[in-house]
């Protein structure tokens, strides 16, 4: 009986171990035919290389893209790069400005007796960058404007003209930069000569500039809604000064800040270069603007009012005795004295604060008359 027992036991044991056998067969057989698989899958991958991988069905026209491109990029390994899926964030896209800025106070008090040293108009005016550049951190504005103001000794005004231009030009969301165009030497001072250095020079630093306004330094805004914008019009703004009882003294005038676009200011060949002294170059652009078949666009007289800071006539700067006739000829002298006629040299680029200070050498008035 007991051998019985011990033969019946002995032959389930290796039943048991023919299973067990059979049982570790199938499972290395199993694990080689898993392994080849990723073998070969991983041979493939690295054959064609990543961006096959990524892009099986793009990567012949890839390939012969990128070899009849000249400027086409390739990566270190010879293949193309592949621009990736999940590109980095982007700075976020701010608003177009207002038409109307809603931050605008309206009339202002204007006032030239308080001390105004520039340190103080530097504290006052923190976003100002170097030069007297200036962009809204909020909004995209339409237009880059640079201000021209033809200079010379006139730092008191200076102060002031910056200390209350810069708020209102920035409550006015614009992207503008100030430019003082400082007239070397004590020669006879010439303005509109300097407003075309001013434009010339301004679009040498940023040729974005599409908006020029024309400033003298001595006259200050009393509305920030006087929005110192170019339209489809060249603008005049400074309409209603105190000197001339804050009405316009004559239909023509054109003086004191004055506005066009590039293309306005190329269509009239700028300004022009003749008038030597006090007076006459204002008339002369309105008779320019004028002949071009353009029309003077004005503010409001309410909202175009000025105050001027009072002084006395510059030397060197008397009033020009040919002005009068040098008007009536401006149709047959814009053609060839303007912008295209100027002849300056640039002495010195200094960026300030608060502005950029070129000073120029625009030569000697003629000893005698030009011809026209």
Not at 156 to 173: A, V
Not at 216 to 224: I, Q, T
Request: with cysteine; charged share 20%.
């Amino acid at each position: 009986m007991s051998r019985l027992l011990g033969g019946t036991l002995e032959r389930v044991c290796k039943a048991v171990l023919l299973l067990c056998l059979l049982h570790f067969l199938v499972a290395v057989i199993l694990y080689f035919d898993v392994y080849a698989q990723h073998l070969a899958f991983f041979s493939r991958f690295s054959a064609r290389g990543p961006a096959h991988a990524l892009h099986p069905a793009a990567s012949s026209s890839s390939s012969s893209s990128n070899c009849s491109r000249p400027n086409a990029t390739a990566s270190s390994s010879g293949l193309p790069e592949v621009p990736s899926a999940r590109p980095g964030p982007t700075a976020p896209m701010l608003p177009p400005c207002p038409d109307s800025p809603p931050g605008l106070v309206g009339r202002l008090l204007i006032e030239f007796t308080s001390p105004m040293p520039l340190e103080r108009v530097q504290r006052e005016n923190p976003g100002v960058l170097m030069g007297g550049r200036y962009t809204p951190p909020d909004c995209t504005p339409a237009q880059t404007v640079a201000v021209i103001i033809p200079f010379r000794h006139r730092e008191h005004h200076l102060r002031y003209w910056l200390h209350y231009l810069h708020p209102i030009l920035r409550r006015q969301r614009l992207r503008y930069g100030v430019y003082v165009i400082n007239q070397h030497g004590e020669d006879t001072f010439n303005r509109a000569k300097l407003l075309n250095v001013g434009f010339l020079e301004a679009l040498k630093e940023d040729a974005a500039y599409d908006c020029f306004i024309f400033s003298d330094v001595d006259l200050v805004p009393m509305d920030d809604r006087n929005l110192y914008r170019c339209g489809d019009q060249p603008r005049h703004f400074a309409i209603a000064m105190d000197k001339f009882g804050f009405r316009l003294p004559y239909a023509g005038y054109f003086g004191g800040v004055s506005g066009l676009s590039k293309a306005q200011f190329l269509r009239i060949n700028g300004f022009p270069n003749e008038y030597w002294g006090w007076g006459g170059e204002d008339d002369d652009i309105f008779n320019r603007i004028s002949l071009t078949g353009m029309k003077i666009s004005r503010p409001d007289i309410r909202i175009g009012r000025y105050r001027m800071i009072k002084h006395d006539r510059d030397k060197h700067n008397e009033p020009n005795p040919q002005r009068f006739t040098k008007i009536q000829n401006t149709k047959l002298t814009m053609k060839r004295d303007g912008i295209g006629s100027v002849r300056y040299q640039v002495l010195e680029v200094s960026r300030q604060p608060l502005f950029t200070n070129i000073t120029v050498d625009i030569g000697r008035p003629p000893s005698w008359p030009p011809r026209g």
